[in-house]
């Protein structure tokens, strides 16, 4: 069974960093392309970050230059190390796994963890 | 960037009604749509992709269709447990996007 586990989320000043991490089990994270996506309160959901199986990582406009996605293959588990925050990163991260639709070539979400809850305020 | 649009933003169905929601994008995204259901404290839930190829485990109930910028989701005859919020998304293209959501809600 695929599941996914987000933890690492809480209250942090504007300016500081978090990192979150997401465990998963009944696949290999190595394997897969995975991402981030966010929902802040009372939102929609806005795609973060993405690792493809190769390694190449690629990040929405609005966190460049500040988050950081990497994985950790002996631990299967992928991280969101996130550095320099802002108000408007308070939301609920999800992890989610990409997955290859063999008809079209692209990939969609297929599962998503329970999501963990980043709030940035003073 | 692809914007995504739905509509209606919400949706008042009465249990056994049919619900009829849309997606609209803005360049074509080919048949790479997502259809997500999320209830309140949830994570989303995958119901269909490829624009109309219901997820495992999804009931026969859950349609999808379209293709190109326009798409739909048909709940045939709705369930108590079918009110939540639906969310279309394209994969055709990174950066993925979302649609801001419909809310079906109990009329």
């Known amino acids: 069974e695929v599941q996914l586990v987000e933890t690492g989320g809480g209250l942090i000043q504007p300016g500081g960093s978090l990192r979150l991490s997401c465990a998963a089990s009944g696949f290999t994270v190595s394997s897969n392309y995975m991402s981030w996506v966010r929902q802040a309160p009372g939102k929609g959901l806005e795609w973060v970050s993405v690792?493809?199986?190769?390694?190449?990582?690629y990040y929405a406009d609005s966190v460049k230059g500040r988050f950081t996605i990497s994985r950790d293959n002996s631990k299967n588990t992928l991280y969101l190390q996130m550095n320099s925050l802002r108000a408007e990163d308070t939301a609920v991260y999800y992890c989610?796994?990409?997955?290859?639709?063999?008809?079209?070539?692209?990939?969609?979400?297929?599962?998503w963890g329970q999501g963990t809850l980043v709030t940035v305020s003073s | 960037e692809i914007v995504m649009t739905q509509s209606p933003a919400t949706l008042s169905v009465s249990p056994g009604e049919r619900a009829t929601l849309s997606c609209r994008a803005s360049?074509?995204?080919?048949?790479?749509l997502a259809w997500y259901q999320q209830k309140p404290g949830q994570a989303p839930r995958l119901l269909i992709y490829?624009?109309?190829t219901r997820a495992t485990g999804i009931p026969a109930r859950f349609s999808g269709s379209g293709s190109g910028t326009e798409f739909t989701l048909t709940i045939s005859s709705l369930q108590s447990e079918d009110f939540a919020v639906y969310y279309c998304?394209?994969?055709?293209?990174?950066?993925?996007?979302f649609g801001q959501g419909t809310r079906l809600e109990i009329k």
């Open positions: 360049q074509s995204v080919s048949s790479n």
């Open positions: 490829g624009a109309s």
């Open positions: 998304q394209q994969y055709n293209n990174w950066p993925q996007t």
């Open positions: 989610a796994r990409a997955y290859y639709d063999i008809l079209t070539g692209a990939y969609y979400f297929d599962y």
């Open positions: 690792i493809y199986s190769g390694g190449s990582t």
